[in-house]
């Protein structure tokens, strides 16, 4: 009976979390925005991947991961003016 909780408790996680990958992450099939084109993610100041999207504005923002979409949504100008800053002084994290 254990087993089969646990292996109900993993599909369910599995499955969430590809849920929410998938809606985090956009492709340009289905989207009609403009890509941003930035290197950095906005939110960490990482080097984006370029599987990781969020949109906003009509613009793709590339991310470095799908935890940074919610962060980004959460207060997309904040992101956006540090990401301008960063961009300007030329600052990036690795």
């Not at 340009?28 to 984006?48: F, H, L, Q, R, W």
Request: proline share 3%; net charge positive; hydrophobic share 35%.
């Amino acid at each position: 009976m254990k087993k089969w909780m646990m292996l109900g408790w993993v599909m369910i996680l599995l499955g969430g979390s590809m849920a929410w990958s998938a809606a985090t992450t956009a492709t340009s099939e289905t989207s009609n925005s403009v890509n941003a084109g930035n290197k950095m993610c906005p939110v960490s100041g990482d080097k984006v991947t370029g599987k990781h999207f969020v949109e906003y504005n009509g613009k793709k923002y590339g991310l470095c991961c799908p935890m940074c979409a919610n962060k980004f949504k959460r207060d997309p100008e904040k992101y956006l003016k540090k990401m301008a800053s960063q961009e300007a002084a030329g600052v990036h994290h690795h």
